[in-house]
């Protein structure tokens, strides 16, 4: 007779609802210890706590007396439980240094100026509950995390526990807020302050030592990306990869030598040249288009770069690609040429409009005359240029985009600020009013330039900007593996 054995039944929970872990001792009670403690320290560029220390001390001169809070956000739901990646708000960074999800800053008046306090959410650790149950601050989901005092010794600062500014409530009524700290203001009493955004503004175009370090070093880490990514062309368009494998490549370097792209990677081949904000990326690079590659580094203390090249995929621009190129390159220089101290903001505008409006009308292109074409009634030729072509640059691709026009496009040019200037011609596959051989080609010219006190230094000149050094340039990178 055959025996036949069974496993043993193993006793099941009555009913069918999923246990839940905190409410069982047993569990609580294991997982609570036999951890080794891991001490771990925040990872800070060098000068961090002292440049925020002086971005805090601006910020109390400017408005004395005053409590003043600003917060570091928190990451969007993409759906459901998951959480789009968080990226601090670039004040509170710029306040602070600190990207921990859930801070908030306060400035408390005191004689002199401002106690400064950053409040910290704490880490759940082996023994509170959080540890295993909160996906934004459990040590089990995210790993050991820096705790309040080595924030405090990092930043040199004052670090308090969050809901330690809870009981502080009251003190917080009629104190000015940042908007991202709307959801704090509402249930203490507080109020969202345009003269607070205002002031943080105004105070951060203008860099310091500091910020203008971070800045290159962005900079020069996106020139590498534009050489990872020509390399990678022959490969793109031998392989069918496409546009996508380019953005991906700069993606990937951007996330390994800094903090990651500082906004989304715009690969544009041919057709998809011309239009503007192309980050589908979901196109073939074609062999003989023009292929515009605009990327920028974002470094670990948030400061990106914002640079944009038009290069020859097969090494050699067209005639009319070249063409192209070369009137924009001619707008460029104009614009360049008005960056420095003391100079409207708006002049390289101007500068750079005018050439590309006696360009456009030289070929014939304008229903009017150039100067019907540049005054405020007309502006036939935004036809082909119909976005800004420069902007300040800083924790922000489009930094201080809220100021007022007065403290920005209206303010004439100081050492310190760091700006874009970016003219191009966006020639759309589908506009029936180019003649056929301009149809489907889209070239930009981007560089990073530093006001300097006697005139500007671009931090990009790493890349070239003119037809022949670019085709040079292009020429000794394609498949080279950079």
Not at 137 to 161: I, K, M, N
Not at 443 to 461: A, F
């Amino acid at each position: 007779m055959t025996h036949h054995h069974t496993a043993p039944v193993r006793p099941r929970f009555a009913g069918t609802r999923y246990p839940r872990l905190a409410e069982i001792p047993a569990f609580t009670e294991f997982i609570a210890s036999g951890w080794d403690d891991v001490a771990v320290h925040p990872t800070l560029p060098a000068g961090t706590a002292a440049a925020a220390a002086s971005h805090r001390a601006r910020l109390s001169a400017a408005l004395p007396g005053k409590t003043l809070v600003v917060a570091a956000g928190a990451a969007p739901i993409r759906n459901d439980d998951a959480a789009y990646g968080f990226r601090a708000d670039s004040s509170f960074v710029w306040l602070t240094g600190c990207q921990v999800e859930g801070a908030l800053l306060v400035m408390w008046p005191a004689a002199g100026g401002h106690d400064a306090v950053l409040y910290l959410p704490r880490p759940f650790r082996p023994g509170d509950a959080g540890f295993f149950s909160d996906a934004a601050h459990g040590e089990l989901w995210v790993g050991p995390s820096a705790g309040l005092p080595e924030w405090s010794d990092a930043l040199q600062v004052t670090v308090e526990p969050l809901e330690s500014l809870e009981v502080r409530h009251a003190d917080l009524r009629g104190a000015q807020a940042a908007r991202s700290a709307a959801p704090l203001a509402t249930t203490a009493g507080a109020s969202v302050s345009p003269e607070l955004e205002r002031t943080l503004s105004r105070l951060r175009m203008v860099k310091d030592e500091w910020e203008i370090t971070q800045l290159r070093a962005a900079v020069d880490a996106t020139v590498g990306g534009f050489a990872a990514v020509v390399a990678e062309v022959p490969r793109a368009i031998a392989d069918s990869l496409g546009e996508r494998w380019l953005q991906g490549t700069f993606d990937r370097h951007a996330r390994t030598f800094g903090n990651g792209p500082g906004y989304s990677t715009i690969v544009g081949s041919g057709a998809h040249a011309p239009i503007l904000h192309w980050v589908r990326c979901d196109g073939p690079i074609l062999p003989h288009a023009a292929l515009l590659l605009d990327m920028g580094v974002e470094t670990h203390s948030l400061y990106t770069a914002d640079v944009t090249r038009t290069v020859p995929a097969g090494g050699t621009f067209t005639s009319a690609q070249r063409a192209v190129h070369d009137l924009v390159e001619k707008a460029h220089r104009a614009g360049l040429e008005q960056i420095r101290p003391g100079t409207p903001y708006l002049d390289f505008h101007f500068a750079a409009m005018e050439v590309v409006a006696q360009g456009l009308h030289d070929w014939g292109l304008l229903p009017v005359s150039v100067d019907e074409a540049l005054s405020p009634e007309g502006q036939q030729h935004r036809r082909y240029l119909a976005c800004g072509i420069g902007h300040h640059l800083g924790l922000d691709v489009h930094d201080c985009s809220q100021a007022h026009y007065e403290d920005y496009m209206g303010a004439d040019l100081e050492p310190g600020v760091v700006m874009t200037v970016e003219p191009g011609l966006y020639f759309h596959a589908h506009d029936l009013t180019l003649p056929p051989e301009l149809r489907g080609i889209g070239v930009r010219l981007e560089d990073d330039i530093l006001v300097t006190e006697s005139g500007s230094e671009v931090l990009s000149d790493g890349l070239p900007i003119d037809a022949d050094g670019i085709e040079q340039w292009t020429r000794g990178h394609l498949g080279s593996g950079a």
